[in-house]
């Protein structure tokens, strides 16, 4: 069963009502991942107009409550709000689905790290469901760009995809069957928690990479997803780059899905991931961006929107090594997770925020609204 010949699931369209525990405006925020999460990168992040951070680890997470709102308290300190751990914990056997007992074993504390993250009142968990041998995958990562700067790109004629992994091959329907026991079992915890779980599309969005099937590609899958369990808490990372690799358009894909997203990576591409495709500045990518934030607008969502993939700008920062990230992917140098081409990312999108949300509305100090104490 090919991922892309599924039926529309259950999933009704309609405007963002989802509340979060931490946040009281009335428009969506500006975050970001800091590399590392240090004081110096807080108080940069406080600095630029960032009101959101989020913790960002692809293998792990902390999973007590204490280690969490350390990390909170940590950034309140200047002045920033700790929103989404991204990433999120192990998920290899969830996703593989071969094992039951190391299956379960994980669904158990999948659900301890949300129990967690509600204690600790940190509202968002980004989550991705790609096979663990092969999850974001690019064939360069030092592409000459605008100026010099260095980014990544995807080219299948520079890929063998004949290579198989210790997974195997798998089929799309085993996939969906895995995903269906998964998120029966922590969609009603997360409920409960009052956390909102946020998938991130399939990065490239093939169906199939080096046999490993991907069910996360199309708009039609995301609605297939977050149908199987139909509740706000079942939700989605709206990964604009992702999304336009999938050969769609973005602010109608905003529409489309909106009501269901709770995080946005803000980023953007030129071409596709059938034909290839080259990341590049925000504001040099095949996406009007500027249309994009007023769907976000026109559809109330009030999440966190961040910079995701920067270049780097090899003049004022180190390139990552192979197999170094923020933590967790293999990447190299022009990994997207650099901090200096977050500086200029941060400042575009803050003036979208005020094009779109107007002057006061589309401020850093609109945004550092807390929640009112019940």
């Not at 990994?335 to 005020?354: C, E």
Request: proline share 5%; hydrophobic share 35%; charged share 25%.
């Amino acid at each position: 069963m090919e991922a892309r010949e599924l039926k529309k699931g259950k999933f009704v369209t309609g405007c963002c009502t989802s509340s979060y525990s931490n946040y009281d405006g009335e428009t969506a925020r500006i975050a970001s991942v800091l590399t590392p999460l240090d004081d110096k990168n807080l108080r940069l992040a406080a600095q630029i107009g960032i009101t959101d951070v989020v913790y960002y680890d692809m293998d792990t997470m902390p999973s007590t409550v204490n280690e969490l709102v350390a990390i909170r308290e940590r950034c309140a300190s200047f002045g920033l709000r700790l929103s989404c751990v991204e990433g999120g914990p192990p998920m290899n056997e969830i996703v593989q689905g071969r094992d039951k007992k190391k299956v379960d074993e994980q669904i158990d504390h999948f659900n301890k790290c949300i129990r967690a993250m509600g204690k600790a009142n940190i509202p968002i968990l980004c989550y991705n469901f790609m096979p663990w041998s092969f999850r974001v995958g690019r064939t360069s990562y030092c592409v000459p760009i605008r100026g010099g700067a260095l980014s990544s790109e995807w080219k299948w004629e520079d890929f063998d995809d004949t290579v198989r992994t210790e997974e195997g091959e798998t089929t799309h329907e085993q996939m969906w069957k895995n995903a269906e026991y998964f998120l029966k079992r922590v969609v009603p915890v997360a409920e409960e928690a009052g956390v909102y779980l946020a998938c991130h599309p399939d990065d490239p969005p093939a169906t199939k990479i080096r046999g490993l099937a991907r069910i996360l590609t199309s708009p039609e899958d995301f609605e297939h997803y977050l149908g199987i369990v139909d509740s706000p808490h079942n939700g989605m990372t709206f990964c604009q780059g992702c999304i336009s690799e999938m050969g769609v358009n973005i602010p109608d894909t905003i529409r489309r899905l909106g009501n269901r997203v709770h995080f946005v990576h803000f980023r953007d591409v030129i071409g596709n991931a059938k034909d290839g495709f080259l990341e590049t500045f925000q504001d040099e990518g095949q996406t009007d961006m500027h249309m994009a934030l007023q769907a976000w607008k026109d559809v109330g969502f009030r999440g966190i929107i961040r910079p995701d993939h920067v270049p780097l700008l090899p003049d004022f920062e180190d390139g990552h090594n192979v197999e170094e990230k923020a933590k967790g992917y293999m990447s190299g140098k022009a990994s997207g997770y650099t901090m200096i081409g977050r500086i200029f990312a941060v400042g575009y999108m803050r003036a979208l925020f005020q094009v779109v949300y107007g002057k006061e509305k589309g401020s850093c100090k609109a945004q550092q609204v807390l929640k009112k104490e019940e």
